[in-house]
């Protein structure tokens, strides 16, 4: 068997450490804007929930309790637009990225088959395919969504074709027109789509749509699977708590290796799950404190002379000063702030950097001074 180092790649957040210990020692403490992690309190209505659920001894089950799938599903076809769901169009999931990292092995992916996802993207994308020791095949995006029949992207041999709408870490956001298309294209050549949509509440100058949609999927969810967080929309991130919605005999399937697995969301974090989605009124309140901090941080940003691209959804700014993306971390870390290199996400990143709205309204407010001062 191959060492671990030959099948993975270098985890990249270890080579910001050095860059972290400069921001630290700025004189007003680090504003760490690097990291999409959540740091305002999870609503109470959810603590409530999990709270009353915490006598629970018993095991959980991998497909979820009866209320947690009436949730999936009525929030699915609320928010989603998805038509004529059943029980066996979702599948609670133990956060995201554990699905991302292990999709491909789950789906029985090995040597000779291709997982294809954008070449700007999540690194777990190439992560689960190393995992599964598949090949894997970065494309354009922008090339691909403009015509998926015409791209460079050669079917042959692609098993599973993700997409990320909005996308980490540009922002960009995939028009119905072209989720259209790259559908149809998937489905022309027996491609199994996953979408990851975990930032689809999260639009800020363009209306997210899923794969899920008539419009997009033709009322048919046959070859198509979107991915869903409550991460990002109500502060979950330590609850890993995530779900998938679409094709009711993919996921079956999944559903069937999961329970071999024991991968199972916990019994708590299950009806924790039921009061998120049950209730709109904190997600709006969140968007609202996301809202500020991008607008504070975009103009400062802008004015300290950065060029912003995309942009238009997620929790990010993607963000350049036409140099390397690593000579703009240096600087911004003399300021005691820290981002992430662009070219964590794919080389097509290498003069970009990502800066992340998860930071308290007190440390933006200390990186906006910052950025307008330049000290």
Request: proline share 6%; glycine share 10%.
């Amino acid at each position: 068997m191959s060492a671990v180092s030959d099948r993975l790649p270098t985890f990249p957040w270890d080579k910001l450490e050095p860059y972290k210990k400069t921001a630290a020692a700025h004189e007003g403490g680090i504003v760490d804007l690097s990291v999409g992690t959540p740091v305002d309190p999870v609503p109470e209505l959810i603590q409530k929930a999990l709270i009353a659920a915490a006598d629970s001894p018993g095991y959980p089950t991998v497909w979820g309790t009866p209320e947690l799938r009436d949730a999936l599903v009525g929030w699915s076809e609320r928010r989603l637009g998805a038509r004529g769901f059943t029980h066996h169009n979702v599948l609670p999931i133990v956060g995201s990225k554990e699905l991302v990292a292990w999709l491909p092995t789950q789906l029985g992916l090995g040597p000779g088959d291709k997982v294809a996802y954008p070449r700007l993207a999540y690194p777990t994308y190439e992560v689960g395919a190393r995992l599964a020791r598949a090949d894997h095949v970065a494309y354009d995006i922008e090339t691909f969504a403009a015509d998926a029949a015409g791209t460079e992207l050669d079917p042959t041999g692609i098993k599973l074709l993700w997409l990320n709408s909005p996308s980490n870490p540009t922002g960009r956001v995939l028009s119905k027109d072209e989720l259209t298309r790259i559908v149809a294209w998937a489905r022309e050549h027996g491609i199994l789509v996953f979408s990851d949509e975990c930032y689809i509440e999260l639009g800020w100058e363009a209306d997210p749509v899923s794969v899920l949609h008539p419009d997009v999927c033709g009322g048919s969810y046959e070859g198509i699977v979107s991915v869903h967080s409550l991460s990002k929309r109500s502060n979950l991130a330590g609850y890993r708590a995530a779900f998938l919605a679409g094709d009711a005999a993919v996921l079956g399937d999944l559903l069937q290796i999961r329970k071999h697995g024991g991968m199972m969301t916990s019994a708590p974090t299950q009806a924790a799950v039921v009061a998120a989605l049950g209730d709109d009124e904190h997600v709006q309140e969140q968007r609202g404190r996301y809202a500020a901090r991008r607008a504070a941080l975009r103009d400062a940003l802008v004015q300290h002379g950065f060029r912003v691209e995309h942009s238009e959804a997620s929790l990010y700014l993607w963000v350049t000063r036409d140099e390397s993306c690593w000579d703009t971390v240096a600087h911004l870390a003399e300021l005691g702030i820290l981002v992430a290199p662009g070219d964590f996400y794919g080389p097509a990143g290498d003069r970009f950097v990502r800066v992340a709205l998860t930071a308290s309204d007190e440390r933006v407010a200390a990186a906006v001074e910052r950025l307008s001062r330049g000290a």
